[in-house]
C-alpha cells in the first residue's frame, strides 16, 4: 500500500484503478462510473425469461415456497369443499345393499369361522387374600403358592360349576 489517492488522501493498493473509499480515479482524482468499468471487467450475461424468473425463485425461496403451500391448501380446501357439498345433494337412485350380502358371515369357510368358547371352570380355595383364578382342565396341577399364607396351602382347592 504504497499508492495515495489524490481525491480522498487515502492509502490503497498500488494496483488499483479505482479508490476504494471515494470511488475516484487514484491518478487524476476525477470520479469515475464504477457501473461501466464492471460491465467492462465482468461482462454480463443475458438470461432468458425462463432463466430470469427460476433466478428469481432462488433468491427468494422462502417466498416461494411460502405461496406454493399456500397454494396447495387452497386448493386442498376447494376440493374439499366441493366433495363436501356433492355428498349433501347427491343421493344414490340405486338400492340399498344389505350388510349380509356384504359380510355374509355364514358362507365362512370352516378354517376361518371363529371357535366357540369352551366352558370355563373357575377355583377358588375359600380365602380372599389368596384368591386367584384359574381355568380348571382335566390333568391340569395348580401352580405352586409362592407368597401365600401357610393357611392357604391346608386346603385344597375344589373346581366349582358355574351356575347355569
Request: glycine share 6%; net charge negative.
Amino acid at each position: 500500500m504504497s499508492k495515495v489517492c489524490i481525491a480522498c488522501k487515502h492509502a490503497i493498493d498500488d494496483a488499483a484503478r479505482l479508490c476504494p473509499y471515494c470511488g475516484a480515479d487514484p491518478g487524476s482524482g476525477e470520479k469515475v462510473d464504477t457501473q461501466a468499468i464492471l460491465q467492462e471487467v465482468f461482462h454480463p450475461r443475458e438470461i432468458s425469461a425462463t432463466e430470469g424468473v427460476l433466478q428469481y425463485a432462488r433468491q427468494r425461496q422462502g417466498i416461494v415456497i411460502t405461496v406454493a403451500v399456500i397454494l396447495v391448501l387452497v386448493v386442498l380446501s376447494g376440493m374439499h369443499q366441493f366433495v363436501l357439498r356433492r355428498n349433501r345433494s347427491a343421493v344414490s337412485d340405486s338400492a340399498a345393499v344389505p350388510l349380509t350380502d356384504v359380510a355374509d358371515l355364514n358362507n365362512q369357510s370352516e378354517d376361518t369361522r371363529a371357535l366357540p368358547m369352551p366352558e370355563l371352570q373357575f377355583q377358588y380355595d375359600g380365602h380372599p387374600g389368596t384368591m386367584r383364578t384359574f381355568i380348571v382342565e382335566p390333568g391340569a396341577v395348580a401352580p405352586a403358592q409362592n407368597g401365600a399364607p401357610a393357611s392357604a396351602g391346608n386346603h385344597p382347592a375344589k373346581a366349582v360349576a358355574p351356575p347355569k
